[in-house]
């Protein structure tokens, strides 16, 4: 069963930085195009950042500029660097794939407030 264990969020003020990270233990991990997602209270899970398998970026109008996704196929670990936060990027992140989406993890917190 794969799984996807998320980790690195937390509370931060207004104009903070965060480094999320997702550990997948899919065994075609390099083929796959990896997504982060999030989920704000009452809203639907929505699709921010992603990787293709070559290691090409592409980002939501809300976080590109502030946002920046890479992975280490090494380590079937795909990261989120989340810099210049705001109150409305308070959601929970989740880390899946872009196609093919699998059973989702726990995801993990990000508060923005101050």
């Known amino acids: 069963q794969v799984q996807l264990v998320e980790s690195g969020g937390g509370l931060v003020q207004p104009g903070g930085s965060l480094r999320l990270s997702c550990v997948a233990s899919l065994s075609i991990f390099s083929a796959a195009t990896m997504g982060w997602y999030r989920q704000a209270p009452g809203k639907q899970r929505e699709l921010v950042a992603r990787?293709?398998?070559?290691?090409?970026?592409d980002y939501s109008t809300s976080v590109k500029g502030r946002y920046t996704i890479s992975r280490d196929n090494a380590n079937n670990t795909v990261y989120l660097q989340m810099n210049s936060l705001k109150p409305e990027d308070t959601a929970v992140y989740y880390c899946?794939?872009?196609?093919?989406?699998?059973?989702w993890g726990q995801g993990t917190q990000v508060t923005v407030s101050s």
């Open positions: 899946n794939k872009v196609f093919g989406i699998l059973d």
């Open positions: 990787i293709s398998s070559g290691g090409i970026p």
